[in-house]
């Protein structure tokens, strides 16, 4: 299966400000998945990333707010921007296995954003 | 209504009990996963099932589509299983558990 390595692994943001999240993956994957889980809650897609193209967006989350990045098969950022404390998540990036969707999914390492 | 609810949300075991979390889900399914979250927020893929059962050490999962039903069970636990243990789903989209945690006393 995949590896995934997911920067920063935590951080401390002031409000109004904007933070980068990285997830480098060890193979090339057509679908990449970015995952927001607030304190308490279950996880919830945010989006999804496909290389060459817009990213997918859920109901509820917009691309001014969480900008995705997918240059190539095995890189993708997700931006959050403008931080407000209701920010305060654990972000977590996510891979299908070989073979689509129903094959397993591998799960970045998460950023726990505490916004202040 | 969530689409999956687990049961129960918080357990605490001694060392060596046999534990049994529990997943149901109201969608159509095409895989359900067990997944599981250590303290740091990283997240794990245990098990994919769209059948029957699986073995991996001491954990086992079976799934009833039937019924609509999954259950992890970890037999012989100790305190690294300290976990939260996630179900999710997916059919149309991929539906999350609100998690199990699981403390295992030494």
């Known amino acids: 299966s995949a590896v995934i390595s997911q920067k920063p692994s935590r951080d401390i943001c002031q409000r109004g400000t904007s933070l980068t999240i990285q997830c480098q993956v060890d193979s090339q994957v057509t679908m990449m998945f970015w995952y927001r889980q607030q304190p308490g809650q279950s996880l919830t897609l945010i989006a999804t990333?496909?290389?060459?193209?817009?990213?997918?967006?859920e109901s509820g989350f917009v691309i001014d707010k969480f900008p995705i990045s997918r240059p190539n098969l095995t890189f993708s950022t997700l931006t959050v921007s403008n931080m407000s404390p209701e920010d305060s998540s654990i972000y977590l990036c996510?891979?299908?296995?070989?073979?689509?969707?129903?094959?397993?999914?591998?799960f970045g390492s998460g950023t726990r954003l505490t916004v202040v | 209504k969530n689409e999956v609810e687990q049961s129960p949300q918080n357990l605490t075991a001694q060392e060596g009990e046999f534990i049994t979390i529990n997943c149901s889900y109201s969608?159509?399914?095409?895989?359900l996963h067990w997944l599981q979250q250590h303290p740091g927020g990283g997240i794990v893929s245990l098990f994919m099932?769209?059948?029957g059962k699986k073995k991996h050490g001491r954990l086992i999962a079976t799934i009833n589509i039937q019924e609509k039903h999954s259950s992890l069970h970890i037999t012989a636990s100790h305190p690294r299983d300290s976990a939260v243990y996630i179900c999710a789903v997916t059919g149309n989209q991929f539906y999350f558990g609100t998690g199990t945690s699981l403390t295992v006393i030494p």
């Open positions: 969608v159509g399914i095409s895989a």
């Open positions: 099932l769209s059948s």
């Open positions: 990333a496909n290389q060459g193209s817009e990213a997918t967006y």
């Open positions: 996510s891979v299908a296995g070989t073979g689509g969707s129903n094959y397993g999914y591998t």
